[in-house]
């Protein structure tokens, strides 16, 4: 076998490495949103914020790899932004405990930490924000069956129920296999 042949095989099979392991990150960023979201104190986040968070993280390790950052604080970033950007803020700290909970991190965090942490996640939020050229709209295929239910409220006269049942399966249909074809 020749040295060059050897070479080769060693970097495809790294770069083979690199791409399952980078793929393997970006399911467990989405993951850990939706187990943030699940974890946090007060009022529920809704789900449409999970799913935005899991756009912007996705877009964000669309153009940064998984190597330069600390994915699971760029999850929690997204998650904090998402939230604001959905008009259901949430305080870092909070987000900070049940980001700890998630992950299983478990006795109490100094203050000094938590400043750290904090001051971590105000940073990749900004940016996070850069990366997406402040472009926050995140195609939500699930607004699409809210505006059509809406569209369905506004006039009930118009549809009987078994119509207004097949519209709703059928948005819900399309709805998800769109939500399929983002996240593949």
């Given at each position: 076998m020749?040295?060059?042949?050897?070479?080769?095989?060693?970097?495809?099979?790294?770069?083979e490495?690199?791409?399952?392991?980078?793929?393997q990150?970006?399911?467990?960023?989405?993951?850990?949103?939706?187990?943030?979201?699940?974890?946090?104190?007060?009022?529920?986040?809704?789900?449409?914020?999970?799913?935005?968070?899991?756009?912007?993280?996705?877009?964000?390790f669309?153009?940064?790899?998984?190597?330069?950052?600390?994915?699971?604080?760029?999850?929690?970033?997204?998650?904090?932004?998402?939230?604001?950007?959905?008009?259901?803020?949430?305080?870092?700290?909070k987000?900070?405990?049940?980001?700890?909970?998630?992950?299983?991190?478990?006795?109490?965090?100094?203050?000094?930490?938590?400043?750290?942490q904090?001051?971590?996640?105000?940073?990749l939020?900004?940016?996070?924000l850069?990366?997406?050229n402040?472009?926050?709209?995140?195609?939500?295929?699930?607004?699409?069956?809210?505006?059509?239910?809406?569209?369905?409220?506004?006039?009930?006269?118009?549809?009987?129920?078994?119509t207004?049942?097949?519209?709703?399966?059928?948005?819900?249909?399309?709805?998800?296999?769109?939500?399929?074809?983002?996240?593949?």
């Amino acid at each position: 076998m020749r040295l060059d042949t050897l070479d080769e095989e060693c970097c495809s099979w790294r770069e083979e490495q690199i791409a399952t392991t980078s793929l393997q990150a970006r399911y467990d960023g989405g993951d850990l949103i939706s187990k943030i979201r699940r974890k946090l104190e007060g009022p529920p986040l809704h789900r449409s914020v999970e799913y935005v968070a899991c756009v912007y993280y996705q877009r964000f390790f669309s153009v940064h790899t998984i190597e330069e950052f600390d994915a699971p604080n760029v999850a929690l970033a997204c998650l904090f932004l998402a939230a604001k950007v959905e008009e259901t803020p949430r305080k870092i700290r909070k987000m900070i405990n049940a980001y700890r909970q998630a992950t299983g991190e478990v006795g109490e965090q100094s203050s000094e930490q938590l400043a750290q942490q904090s001051q971590l996640v105000q940073d990749l939020e900004r940016l996070i924000l850069c990366t997406l050229n402040f472009k926050l709209e995140a195609g939500n295929s699930y607004m699409t069956v809210v505006r059509c239910l809406e569209a369905l409220d506004r006039n009930p006269d118009r549809t009987d129920n078994s119509t207004r049942r097949d519209t709703v399966n059928s948005v819900a249909v399309f709805a998800e296999a769109l939500t399929a074809l983002c996240f593949a």
